[in-house]
């Protein structure tokens, strides 16, 4: 895969798509050989020059890559701590990295002969990236979303649609993600002969895992050179990312994993407070589980059941974690820590004031940690963060007050 040079990608995962503990194919035995069809499709495909040049030529003129990595200057002078670099994520097409991976998938589909690409979304976030990708490989698309979920990211539906997916209301049990994803399995099991299932984040059973670490190594891979020229041959003291399932996380982390004076942070989103049921923060406080597909750390409630989980950042509203973030961080090669509701949404504001950027609120996790370490470490300290995507899908919210407490006297609603 492009870049993925470092010693810890080439280890992981092991021949079972094992990492450590965690991983593995935990998906019902008859979808045993379409996962064994993508694995072996990927593994030829993804030292192929043809495939490589077609992707790096997707991610220029579609995507708009190489995102810029871009110094915040006036909150690190605030501060006087650490310097804040961010890695602009949010300059992507369709506003977030998830496209890393969606135009990876889309040009599998394609040279696997595929003519369908079938997903579940939240927020309607990977399904737009996921849409847009199909229709630049006029391939078709089949995004499964919660019945709930429909009517509060209207705009993002009607984005999908616009761009020619077919947008499938699972209106089963809670009718939110966890009922998409059953709806959308259960699609894939019907046409996996036909269709490719393009998962939103670096989980479910292998070879996702893996195949999307890869996809989003991109991002790791073009901020080290950049912070290098930057910096003029320094490398971050400190790197951070928010972890639902792992992506944008472990594709930044990519670039450092094998420096260990680079310390890798994971930030989790503490939703309202510590109490099950009001957070998503699964590395914090989960147990080892088994969550579509994947064996690894999951939110629980005592019988085993997945936990409910709430964050303001639906982006970050999931009680599972990919396999290979859950090794990182048991192995103490990734320190965790969380961020409340509230401190996101003071960050959120924080930022777009004071540096012209409005950051996704999951983003706005990483930063607001990101904020935290800078005050406790001299100026000669770097910290770069991964700034995953743009905020515009969450000011109505924000500015309606859903906060939690008033995050900023000079805001009023409907500004
Ligand atoms: C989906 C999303 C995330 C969380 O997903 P990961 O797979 O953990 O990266 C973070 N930030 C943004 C902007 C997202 O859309």
Redesign the pocket.
């Known amino acids: 895969m492009p870049g993925s040079t470092s010693n810890h990608v080439r280890r992981f995962p092991d021949a079972g798509g094992y990492y450590g503990d965690f991983g593995g194919n935990h998906w019902p035995p008859h979808l045993k050989p379409a996962l064994q069809e993508l694995a072996a499709a990927y593994e030829e495909l993804r030292s192929s020059p043809a495939f490589l040049d077609e992707l790096d030529s997707v991610r220029t003129g579609l995507q708009g890559r190489p995102t810029p990595v871009h110094y915040l200057e006036n909150i690190s002078k605030q501060l006087g701590g650490a310097r804040i670099y961010v890695k602009r994520e949010d300059l992507n097409h369709t506003g977030?990295?998830?496209i890393n991976h969606c135009v990876g998938f889309a040009l599998l589909a394609r040279k696997m002969g595929k003519r369908k690409l079938i997903a579940e979304t939240g927020a309607g976030?990977?399904g737009v990236a996921l849409a847009s990708a199909a229709a630049r490989f006029e391939l078709d698309c089949e995004v499964h979303i919660g019945a709930v979920d429909v009517d509060k990211v209207n705009a993002n539906v009607s984005l999908m649609r616009l761009l020619g997916a077919r947008v499938v209301p699972a209106a089963s049990g809670q009718a939110t993600l966890k009922e998409a994803s059953d709806s959308a399995l259960r699609a894939y099991t019907e046409q996996h002969a036909d269709a490719l299932y393009a998962i939103?984040?670096?989980i479910g059973p292998h070879p996702f895992p893996m195949i999307v670490r890869d996809f989003q190594s991109v991002i790791g891979q073009e901020a080290r050179a950049q912070f290098l020229s930057i910096t003029g041959g320094r490398l971050p003291d400190h790197v951070v990312a928010?972890?639902?399932?792992?992506?944008?996380?472990l594709g930044m982390y990519s670039g450092f994993l094998d420096d260990p004076e680079v310390a890798l942070h994971a930030v989790e989103p503490l939703g309202k407070d510590a109490r099950r049921g009001q957070h998503a923060a699964t590395l914090t406080f989960g147990r080892p589980g088994t969550l579509h597909g994947t064996a690894s750390v999951v939110l629980q409630e005592d019988d085993g059941r997945p936990a409910p989980v709430r964050s303001i950042a639906s982006?970050?509203a999931y009680p599972g974690v990919g396999p290979e973030i859950a090794m990182l961080c048991r192995s103490g090669r990734v320190s965790v820590d969380t961020v409340s509701d509230e401190e996101a949404v003071a960050t959120f504001l924080r930022i777009a004031r004071h540096e012209g950027i409005i950051p996704?609120l999951?983003?706005a996790h990483a930063l607001a940690f990101a904020i935290r370490l800078a005050e406790t470490r001299p100026p000669t300290e770097r910290i770069l963060v991964n700034l995953?995507?743009r905020g515009d899908k969450d000011v109505d919210f924000v500015l309606a007050g859903h906060g939690g407490g008033s995050p900023n006297g000079g805001v009023r609603r409907g500004l």
């Open positions: 977030a990295h998830k976030q990977h939103g984040s670096a928010c972890v639902a399932g792992g992506s944008n996380a982006g970050l996704a999951e983003s995953s995507g």
